[in-house]
């Protein structure tokens, strides 16, 4: 399977230690630029739905916002539960662009009624 990569903008506009939440389909996802890398996750927290891109970061860890929640941009998951993650991407920069892959979408089509 091959990973759709989607140029979300120029490491530029995310400088170190910072983020930026870009549009990507029908979703926002926050960029991390952390220790000289970019990471992805989904930027909506799951607890009430605060932008993960406005929170402080600290060691890889971006605090929500609105109620301190914790999670590591490496890889979505939640600091107070490991076994919660939310969504995270796989990133690469290409000529200075950040690109963020997208999961495959779902091409199976949902049946209807049925024969017996």
């Given at each position: 399977?091959?990973?759709?990569?989607?140029?979300?903008?120029?490491?530029?506009?995310?400088?170190e230690g910072q983020a930026r939440a870009f549009a990507?389909?029908?979703q926002v996802v926050a960029?991390?630029?952390?220790g000289g890398q970019f990471f992805a996750i989904e930027d909506?927290?799951?607890?009430?739905?605060?932008?993960?891109?406005?929170?402080f970061i600290d060691n890889g860890i971006v605090v929500?916002?609105?109620?301190?929640?914790?999670?590591?941009?490496?890889?979505g998951t939640w600091c107070d539960n490991p076994r919660v993650k939310i969504g995270s991407y796989?990133?690469?920069v290409v000529a200075g662009e950040i690109q963020i892959a997208l999961p495959p979408k779902?091409?199976?089509q949902p049946t209807t009624g049925g024969s017996r």
């Open positions: 399977m091959t990973e759709n990569y989607v140029t979300v903008g120029s490491v530029d506009e995310v400088p990507v389909g029908d960029v991390f630029h952390h909506s927290c799951p607890h009430m739905g605060a932008p993960l891109s406005e929170g929500c916002p609105w109620h301190g929640w914790r999670f590591d941009v490496r890889d796989p990133v690469r779902d091409t199976t």
